[in-house]
């Protein structure tokens, strides 16, 4: 069983940046595939951004691309959400999630989730 423990949100103005944070435990640390994914109330949950156990294949929602980076050093099963010139639009409660095998785009194709930290940015 994989814990996840997500830190870093709060509040922040438009344009302004955040860091998030997960760190995984448990489990096996072969092939952890890491994700991210936000959920705004009455929303499906959508994804964000995935990174591959190998830190090299990463990928982003296009309504994050160009603004948030994922990234995880090698050999550890933490991954980071650096998000950049935040939007108002980005305000949601942010959620670190992980499976085996390779990166996948749709919630439930992750096995394991964090408790969701909570981003707000105000205009």
């Known amino acids: 069983q994989v814990q996840l423990i997500e830190s870093g949100g709060g509040w922040v103005q438009a344009g302004g940046s955040l860091r998030l944070s997960c760190a995984a435990s448990g489990g096996t640390d072969s092939q952890l595939c890491m994700g991210w994914f936000r959920q705004v109330p009455g929303k499906v949950r959508e994804f964000v951004a995935a990174i591959r156990w190998n830190g090299v294949n990463k990928y982003h929602a296009d309504s994050v691309r160009g603004r948030f980076t994922i990234s995880r050093p090698s050999g550890k099963n933490t991954v980071y959400l650096q998000m950049n010139s935040l939007k108002p639009e980005d305000t949601a409660a942010y959620y670190c999630?992980?499976?085996?095998?390779?990166?996948?785009?749709?919630?439930?194709?992750?096995?394991?989730w964090g408790q969701g930290t909570q981003v707000n940015v105000s205009s």
């Open positions: 999630a992980a499976r085996y095998g390779t990166e996948r785009f749709t919630p439930r194709d992750y096995d394991f």
